[in-house]
C-alpha cells in the first residue's frame, strides 16, 4: 500500500499523521509520503514602498520553504519515531490542486489528512483542501476529524 498524508502542522493535520502510522503498521504500508505545500502570499501592505515586488516574492517564498522544511520535519519524527520511514515532499503552490495534481501523478492508494487546515476561513463541514482533494482524486481518502 502506497499512503500520501498531508500536512500543515496544524492539529487536525497530526491526528491525520497519528491514524496513517496505525494504518501503515496495519497493513505494512510499502511506501509513506508526507506532503506540504506552501503558498507565497503576495499582499503588500506597508512593505511595498520599501522593497520591489520580486524581492517580496523571494523573501517570502524563502520563509514559507524553511518554515515548510520544519513542518515537514517535525511530522516526519513521528512516524520515525514510531519506525515507520517516509519520504517528505515539499512543494510550492495551492494547496489542494497541488495535492490533486501530486496524487494523481503518484498513483498512491490512500490519501490522508485532516478535516481543516491552518486556512483562515473555515468551511462547515470539511475545509476546502480537503474537499477539493475529495472531489477531484479516483483514490481513497481518509479525511480525519
Known sequence: ?????????????????QMAIRIAKGCGAEQVDVIH?????????DIHHTISQVEHY?????????EGERILAETA????DA????KTILKEGHPAGTIIKHAKNENYDLIVMGSRGLGGLKKALLGSVSNAVLQEVQTSVLVVK
Open 1 to 17: 500500500m502506497k499512503i500520501l498524508v498531508c500536512t500543515d502542522s496544524s492539529a487536525q493535520s497530526m491526528k491525520a499523521a
Open 37 to 45: 505545500v506552501f503558498n507565497v502570499d503576495l499582499h503588500f501592505h
Open 58 to 66: 523571494e523573501i517570502m517564498q524563502k520563509i514559507r520553504k524553511e
Open 77 to 80: 519524527k513521528v512516524f520515525t
Open 83 to 86: 519506525g515507520i520511514a517516509v
